[in-house]
């Protein structure tokens, strides 16, 4: 997710424990859909696109804080 800020995930995972959160969040959501998907845990239809929404919108708030933190470093 985002090659472009690899470097600065890697770091925000470990400065930053809401950023960490809210990347294990998305990771465990695609897990979870991936596990479902696969038939390998119940769920329904309507479950999994309830997560993907969550995922997507963790991951759209992922990219504004990397997004963020990145200006603010160039600008500095």
């Not at 997710?1 to 998305?26: A, V």
């Amino acid at each position: 997710m985002f090659p472009e800020f690899r470097e600065l995930i890697s770091e925000l995972k470990t400065s930053n424990r809401y950023f960490h959160k809210r990347f294990d969040q998305h990771n465990e959501l695609d897990q979870r859909i991936k596990l479902i998907e696969a038939r390998l845990e119940p769920g329904t239809h309507d479950e999994i696109e309830v997560m993907k929404k969550q995922k997507l919108a963790i991951k759209d708030e992922l990219y504004e804080l990397l997004k963020r933190v990145n200006l603010e470093r160039q600008a500095s």
